[in-house]
């Protein structure tokens, strides 16, 4: 079977992604703004092509937007830094809409943020988001925008709102050693995870099999390892395995003088996130089902 799969915005994960295609003997075009970027997806054997979506679409060579033409495409394009909208998705769009023969799937990778707080409640994709930054509102723009022209060109849209994502070579071990201190247990909210290779395995499935129901065309999940800790026990476990001192505990309101504005953000939100409907459809099993099984790994980017 030919696939024609394109990896736009191949970074880290995008990276992983295709590196699981080619040990199944599948390759994928990849998309990368930089021409650094296009070096070192060179390096690691990927075929690489020059693609900005800060750019009009009438600056894009007609050979590359005619490729997207009954492609499989996943879509790891972070949003531009600022704003409520995202600029990219729109410019996207604008060159998809311009296709003669529509993509045949898309998987846009999103972010768990869009839920907002939730008060360290469990929820699942049924609940109604509420993002409250802007970062996050980007993010939600991006989904809004793509489940509109994938329903106008009747192209199946998978969404997966993903949280934090770690694995070795992904640690907060630069926090860590700055010995900036961390929320103390009782006043640290739940944080969700997923490994980057499990997410990456995820990634695959939905590229190459029909996961839909018969009734979608569009379907969101929550792709998480569906085992949420504090952000204290985070830190705490990641320590502890890197064998590093544990940070310094403070109080939040300690924290609200002491931290970060960004920091700050990510402690204001709270949630614990089931992946109930991702295990319902999907076939992948998680290799890394929990922080510990995970950090017990030292190889991350052997595919599998």
Not at 82 to 88: H, I, M, T
Not at 89 to 97: D, P
Not at 199 to 221: G, H, K, P, W, Y
Request: proline share 5%; with cysteine; net charge positive.
């Amino acid at each position: 079977m030919k696939h024609n799969i394109k990896i736009i915005g191949c970074g880290y994960i995008g990276k992983k992604i295709a590196g699981i295609l080619k040990a199944k003997n599948i390759s994928a075009t990849c998309f990368v703004n930089r021409d650094e970027s296009i070096s070192r997806c060179v390096t690691e054997g990927l075929s690489a092509t020059k693609f900005d979506l800060d750019k009009k679409v009438s600056d894009l060579k007609k050979t590359t937007i005619a490729s997207f033409e009954n492609s499989v495409m996943v879509y790891l394009v972070p949003p531009p830094s600022k704003g409520e909208v995202d600029s990219r998705m729109q410019n996207f769009i604008t060159m998809l809409s311009a296709l003669s023969h529509p993509p045949k799937k898309i998987l846009l990778i999103s972010t768990t943020g869009v839920y907002g707080n939730c008060n360290g409640e469990w929820i699942d994709e049924q609940r109604q988001e509420n993002p409250q930054v802007d970062r996050a509102r980007r993010r939600l723009s991006a989904e809004t925008q793509l489940k509109k022209y994938c329903a106008a060109s009747q192209v199946p849209l998978i969404i997966f709102r993903v949280p934090g994502i770690y694995a070795a070579d992904k640690l907060p071990l630069k926090r860590i050693n700055s010995g900036e201190p961390i929320v103390n247990a009782q006043d640290s909210g739940f944080t969700n995870r997923i490994h980057a290779q499990d997410l990456a395995r995820f990634c695959v499935e939905a590229l190459l099999e029909n996961v839909m129901d018969e009734n979608s065309r569009s379907q969101v999940f929550n792709c998480c390892d569906g085992q949420p800790s504090t952000m204290n026990d985070y830190f705490m476990k990641v320590a502890d395995a890197m064998n590093l001192p544990r940070p310094q505990e403070i109080s939040l309101q300690q924290a609200q003088q002491q931290l970060s504005a960004g920091m700050l953000s990510y402690l204001a939100e709270s949630k614990r996130i089931s992946n109930k409907k991702l295990l319902r459809y999907f076939k992948t099993e998680f290799k890394y089902p929990n922080l510990t099984a995970g950090l017990k790994s030292l190889d991350q980017n052997a595919p599998s």
